[in-house]
């Protein structure tokens, strides 16, 4: 069974590699867009889109594969904040999350073909996140970090974000990027992992 992961973070790779799922790294180049209104839907629909990306070009390819596709989006008060356009656009963002609480969605979407069986399998994990008052100063020498640049809320709670990390509910890794649990325990179920 090849295992593909169609994502170029770093973040989802180390992930990955922690859970003991050895995959291939091939990252998706489409855009992320989706016209699905619910925020769950919204997370799978995007990772749906990334995996069939990746499986159109491993279909091509004789054998058994799987390709994992995820996105990890943050909703506040229902409404979905993606990646700033721009590092104002992070402050406004931050702004909007201290000082209550919102949530973090990982959709993931398994495409996999098995003897003749082509199948997809698809989830939406969902962490609740509060982040402590902050204050202009902080917001501001966070942001400078350019961490906020690139990740979706502006943030990365793995990194220097952290200490503004009041409360967590649910899968810290899901927050990361990847809900490996939920991950491995589904791909384990379907017959999916190399032992299989």
């Known amino acids: 069974m090849r295992i593909i992961l169609a994502s170029g973070s770093p973040r989802r ?9 050895p995959a ?7 855009k992320e867009v989706s016209t699905c209104k619910d925020p769950r839907d919204y997370a799978a629909d995007l990772a749906r889109h ?7 070009r491993e279909r091509e390819i004789p054998g058994n594969y799987c390709v994992i596709g995820a996105d990890t989006i943050v909703v506040s008060n229902r409404t979905i904040l993606g990646k ?16 209550h ?4 969605m990982t959709g993931v979407c398994l495409l996999y073909r098995k003897g003749e069986e082509e199948r997809a399998l698809s989830f939406t994990e969902v962490s609740q996140v509060t982040v402590c008052p ?7 020498r966070y942001v400078s970090t350019g961490e906020a640049d690139d990740k979706a809320g502006a943030y ?3 990194g220097a974000f952290g200490i503004y990390i009041a409360k967590i509910e649910g899968d810290y890794y899901n927050i990361v990027g990847l809900p490996i649990a939920r991950l491995y325990h589904t791909m384990r179920d379907a017959g999916l992992l190399p032992e299989s």
């Open 13 to 21: 790779r180390e992930l990955i590699q922690q859970a003991g799922i």
């Open 156 to 158: 990365g709670i793995q």
């Open 50 to 56: 990334k995996a069939e990306e990746v499986a159109e």
């Open 134 to 140: 902050m204050t202009e100063e902080e917001i501001g």
């Open 101 to 104: 609480g919102h949530e973090v």
């Open 84 to 99: 700033p356009r721009d590092r104002e656009d992070a402050r406004t963002i931050l702004r909007s999350l201290q000082g």
């Open 24 to 30: 291939k790294i091939c990252p998706a180049r489409g």
